[in-house]
């Protein structure tokens, strides 16, 4: 079915930059979409970038312009660039990865970003 691994987070000062990694464990293109979500304390989950089979992507407004998802087929991996990062870029950061037809969805276990003012 494929299990993901997130690495990279880690503690940056504001303006700083962070590049995250996910690790399938299968074919990256068996899935339809590839998605970080980022969940803050006290906050609801939140879809931060997307990316679809065939290479489309999609930000959330709070990020466009300073993130950037990107994958290597060749190495089942996904990755979120983060620039200019803010302290309300602070969260765990998951990576989830989707099957539409059959309504499988698996998640990473997430990594912990952390920016300082």
């Known amino acids: 079915q494929g299990q993901l691994v997130e690495s990279g987070g880690g503690l940056v000062q504001a303006g700083g930059s962070l590049r995250l990694s996910c690790a399938a464990s299968t074919n990256i293109f068996t899935f339809d979409a590839m998605v970080w979500y980022r969940q803050a304390p006290g906050e609801q989950r939140e879809l931060v970038a997307g990316i679809g089979s065939f290479g489309m992507t999609n930000y959330a407004d709070s990020v466009k312009g300073r993130f950037s998802i990107s994958r290597d087929s060749a190495k089942n991996t996904v990755y979120l660039q983060m620039n200019s990062l803010k302290p309300e870029d602070t969260a765990v950061y998951y990576c989830?990865?989707?099957?539409?037809?059959?309504?499988?969805?698996?998640w990473g276990q997430g990594t912990l970003v952390t920016v300082s003012s």
């Open positions: 989830n990865a989707k099957r539409y037809r059959t309504y499988f969805e698996v």
